[in-house]
């Protein structure tokens, strides 16, 4: 079998956003003032709003809006947009689709007040793009499916670049009113028939939407739903909900009054609510389809690019794929999720006495603590605590809500702390590494404050060059650790000889992943991976790997002692290889998924846990404990 490379790394790629210069003072908001335009306003007013963010290049409007009916079409801005890096990709996207016609831009806006929407988007951050027929006089066509198109590629197209008059650019609708995986759709009267007809019954378009609000609408009997989607139907017909139901694959029902909810009892974030009223009342509606449907489900991007797209003008950006994999949410709503998790941004100078030879230093990370902690009901030493590393470009709420730990920390009730640390991937004044010095001190620094954190359950995990700074946190200090988790590259993470003293009285489990298209297609674990598996072994008190055999062991390229083949979120094959150490508990490890590009994935903080629930450290002694039994 061909040995191809699977991981590339260093410092670069979870998404290719680099704004700020330094680490210090970090922003990733753009501090702007709610705005309501036209479209054809908004594609005119964007790249001089947008360009003192960007200042690397040049920056207009998508060329796909070009023949867009921009008047018909109206944009709300929220204050203070997430923007600048990946964190761009946080913003909320409220698309509606209205049978009315707005004879002012007053009017118009005074619509989505009288709607609740406004309120929804200042709370949530992000834009309002309200969609009237291009044709007035004759409604919601086919014609306007096009239109659809076009404004999905100008939403989706985060940081795609082209060129203008042979000068290369970038196209700034995504990040001027744009987002990514929290893309919500509401369909009024004919819009929502609109939606029915061609947007859902087109599987590139709805395999995008996190949820949909249809009221009043109908559905031509010869239309399939083409991909699952979360759904609230008002006064939908019988024959409408069915076909929702079926490709949900709905099993169980819950009735409250006069709304049912039928669900998927394997995956419940598929569900079809239905209501049937006379008088809608659209405010309530819109409200509790929002705030109990659409921000409970997230769409994350893990296909090949162009996959099922292939045919369109713009095939092959990055995000011009379908289908995004539909994972529940948890969101963060003025500060805490609907569960109990508090998120707390921390600017704080206490690491300035590690600094990097640019001097630099860690001084912003975000702690997200259950409710029980910051009441303080909480017991001494029963939460576990996640260090969680982002990749090169991202943020760290991106990656934290990204990769779906919000969800886990809600449902397992877990602390998490995500630094920023852009541009921290360097030696530090001292001539030493710079994480290995400075993310323990974070750990220790949140074991201190919050005596409730299990000391005895620390784990640490990250993506991309949040892979690398994994491993190097390890290394700093090994015994903090009772697993840890780096995903998707770890080239550069060879230990040194000063970082293998540390492990000589100590072990860490540890689980290396990547995926098939991980930068290019691999049919097997890159050397680079294969090696760095080998030398953890040997760091863990085990026998290195002996030279791969990828005919023997197809795609590990080693024997394993347990190796396990499953289905994730009914979405993607993955394999993990084990080797186990003289007790028989399985301490190095390999993970690799089909299929997945390099990217973040909802489920991944389901995988890890998994792995990181079986560990803890004795405190007294220093040894790994492994509970094969934890459910």
Request: hydrophobic share 40%; with cysteine.
């Amino acid at each position: 079998m061909k040995r191809s490379l699977s991981l590339f790394l260093v410092l670069v790629l979870t998404a290719c956003f680099f704004g700020n210069a330094l680490a210090l003072n970090y922003v990733a908001t753009l501090g702007n003032e709610s705005t309501f335009e036209t479209m054809t306003e908004a594609r005119a007013n964007a790249p001089a709003a947008m360009q003192p963010f960007y200042p690397q290049g040049k920056y207009v409007p998508h060329p796909v809006m070009d023949n867009y009916p921009g008047d018909t079409t109206y944009v709300y801005r929220s204050a203070d947009m997430y923007g600048i890096n990946a964190a761009v990709r946080i913003n909320t996207n409220l698309v509606v689709y209205s049978d009315q016609s707005f004879a002012s831009k007053d009017e118009a806006l005074a619509y989505l007040k009288e709607l609740g929407l406004v309120d929804i988007i200042e709370e949530a951050r992000g834009g309002i793009v309200l969609v009237t027929p291009s044709d007035p006089e004759v409604g919601f066509t086919a014609q306007d499916q096009q239109h659809y198109y076009e404004l999905q590629t100008a939403l989706f197209s985060i940081n795609a670049a082209g060129t203008q008059d042979g000068e290369a650019v970038t196209y700034v609708d995504a990040s001027y009113y744009g987002g990514y995986g929290f893309l919500y759709v509401i369909g009024l009267g004919e819009g929502a028939t609109f939606l029915n007809n061609y947007v859902a019954s087109t599987f590139d378009y709805v395999s995008r939407i996190a949820g949909m609000l249809l009221v009043n609408g109908d559905m031509e009997r010869i239309r399939e739903v083409a991909d699952i989607v979360p759904v609230y139907l008002v006064n939908a017909p019988e024959n409408v909900v069915a076909k929702y139901e079926k490709v949900n694959g709905t099993d169980a029902l819950l009735v409250e009054g006069d709304k049912t909810t039928s669900y998927n009892q394997a995956y419940p974030v598929r569900k079809v609510v239905t209501l049937d009223v006379d008088q809608p009342d659209l405010t309530a509606i819109i409200r509790d389809a929002y705030y109990n449907l659409f921000i409970k489900a997230q769409r994350g991007q893990e296909i090949t690019q162009g996959l099922y797209s292939a045919s369109t003008p713009y095939q092959g950006y990055g995000s011009d794929s379908a289908p995004y994999s539909l994972s529940p949410r948890n969101a963060v709503i003025n500060g805490v999720t609907a569960d109990g998790i508090y998120e707390f941004t921390r600017v704080d100078d206490r690491f300035s006495g590690i600094k990097t030879e640019e001097g630099e230093y860690l001084q912003t990370w975000y702690e997200y603590l259950p409710e029980e902690i910051v009441n303080g009901t909480a017991k001494e030493g029963t939460i576990p605590l996640i260090l969680a590393l982002h990749g090169g470009g991202d943020d760290p709420r991106q990656f934290v809500d990204g990769q779906g730990f919000l969800e886990l920390a809600g449902k397992e009730r877990l602390a998490i702390v995500a630094p920023e640390k852009q541009n921290l991937h360097t030696t530090a004044t001292n001539g030493k590494d710079f994480l290995s010095q400075a993310l323990p001190e974070l750990v220790k620094y949140m074991l201190e404050t919050y005596p409730a954190l299990d000391a005895s359950r620390v784990y640490v995990t990250g993506f991309s060059m949040g892979s690398l700074a994994t491993i190097r946190a390890v290394y700093g200090a090994p015994e903090l650790f009772a697993a840890a988790y780096p995903q998707s590259g770890i080239r550069g993470a060879e230990p040194t000889e000063e970082d293998a003293k540390l492990f000589e009285n100590v072990q860490v489990p540890i689980v290396v992943s990547t995926s098939e298209y991980n930068m290019v297609k691999a049919e097997t674990l890159s050397q680079d991976f294969y090696n760095l598996l080998s030398q953890l072994m040997v760091l863990d008190g085990m026998e290195p790997l002996p030279e791969a055999d990828y005919d023997a062991y197809p795609i590990a390229g080693f024997d394993a002692d347990i190796y396990t083949r499953t289905t994730i979120n009914d979405d993607y094959v993955k394999h993990s290889w084990y080797k186990t150490d003289d007790n028989g508990v399985p301490m190095v490890g390999a993970t690799y998924i089909e299929s997945i590009v390099h990217c973040l994935y909802p489920q991944h903080a389901n995988i890890i846990w998994d792995f990181f629930k079986h560990y803890s450290r004795d405190l007294t002694t220093g040894e790994i404990v492994y509970d094969p039994y934890v459910r």
